[in-house]
């Protein structure tokens, strides 16, 4: 009897220990990754000189190489914050390295958002020149047309650009030709105001017009009249962006934040709860909710 009491108190003890190890074992996301892409992505956001930035950039790639070399980088996040530093180089050695270092992030997390795979791909043929394949890149001629960059239409198929998050080839060039019709923003350099705007996009033809009225292009004009701290004149292109697309819960998302910024908490709630109507998986209306209620 005591024998087996013992034994149950051995098994107990190995039981023990196998369950710490396997804690002790459990790998933390590398901060120092993260604090080196937050600082990748303040050098863009925050316009600073580009020969400031590129010195930056190799710093940053230098000490990835390390962590590399010290099996530093072994999370799924790991492998992504590293592939988008050396997204950021100069060559196709950083853009190479690129490709693989993210192939390995969703290796570890099949739930990966494989758009960055994509693009990163599509970077690094065009830097080694051989067309692209998915249809990411872009680039603005010296007669400010803009262009898709070459393309093997051949290698995959829209079914798969879909699972990789990009736009199908018809997709694509209408995105050109929205690229390349008038920008609102020219109205206002005309001495538009925003209410005059607003009145003549209600009476444009959207599918005949010369200007991008896109969902996505009146967002971003959007914030960027906030960010100038013109919130009222804001908060009308999110209105209007709205009524054209009363579908998409980003644009009740962002017509929400921009009535907070005007202390407005009543009709922002019922936008968020709009944005969430429209989109249960929207996290941030979801959090400001939980902040408002």
């Known amino acids: 009897m005591r024998k087996v009491f013992l034994l149950i108190v051995i098994i107990g003890f190995i039981s023990c220990n196998i369950t710490n190890s396997v804690?002790?074992?459990?790998?933390?996301?590398?901060?120092?990754?993260?604090?080196?892409?937050?600082?990748?992505?303040?050098?863009?956001?925050?316009?600073?000189?580009?020969?400031?930035?590129q010195k930056n950039d190799s710093t940053r790639e230098a000490r990835v190489y390390e962590l590399l070399d010290s099996n530093k980088?072994?999370?799924?996040?790991?492998?992504?914050?590293?592939a988008l530093i050396f997204h950021h180089g100069e060559d196709s050695v950083a853009y190479g390295l690129a490709v693989k270092l993210m192939k390995k992030s969703i290796e570890l997390d099949s739930s990966k958002n494989k758009w960055f795979l994509a693009v990163m791909s599509d970077r690094y043929l065009l830097s080694i020149n051989k067309p692209q394949i998915y249809g990411t890149q872009y680039k603005r001629l010296d007669n400010n047309v803009v262009v898709r960059e070459e393309l093997d239409s051949t290698k995959?198929?829209?079914?798969?650009?879909?699972?990789?998050?990009?736009?199908?080839?018809?997709?694509?060039?209408?995105?050109?030709?929205?690229?390349n019709r008038k920008k609102l923003t020219e109205l206002l350099d005309e001495g538009k105001t925003i209410d005059e705007i607003v009145l003549f996009v209600k009476n444009e033809d959207i599918l005949a017009t010369q200007y991008d009225l896109r969902e996505t292009w009146f967002n971003h004009f959007g914030y960027n009249l906030m960010n100038e701290g013109k919130e009222e004149e804001a908060c009308k292109i999110f209105q209007l962006n709205k009524e054209l697309y009363p579908n998409s819960y980003n644009t009740f998302d962002s017509y929400g934040e921009c009535l907070l910024k005007l202390g407005d908490m009543e009709d922002a709630i019922i936008a968020y709860k709009k944005s969430l109507e429209?989109?249960?998986?929207?996290?941030?209306?979801?959090?400001?909710?939980?902040?408002?209620?």
């Open 73 to 82: 980088v072994r999370t799924s996040a790991d492998y992504s914050n590293a």
């Open 156 to 179: 995959i198929t829209d079914a798969e650009r879909i699972e990789y998050g990009v736009e199908t080839l018809a997709e694509q060039r209408e995105k050109v030709k929205n690229l």
């Open 278 to 293: 429209l989109n249960p998986k929207n996290e941030n209306a979801e959090k400001v909710l939980s902040e408002l209620e």
């Open 23 to 53: 804690a002790q074992d459990k790998v933390n996301d590398s901060q120092e990754l993260i604090e080196m892409f937050k600082s990748d992505q303040a050098d863009r956001t925050n316009h600073i000189d580009r020969s400031i930035r």
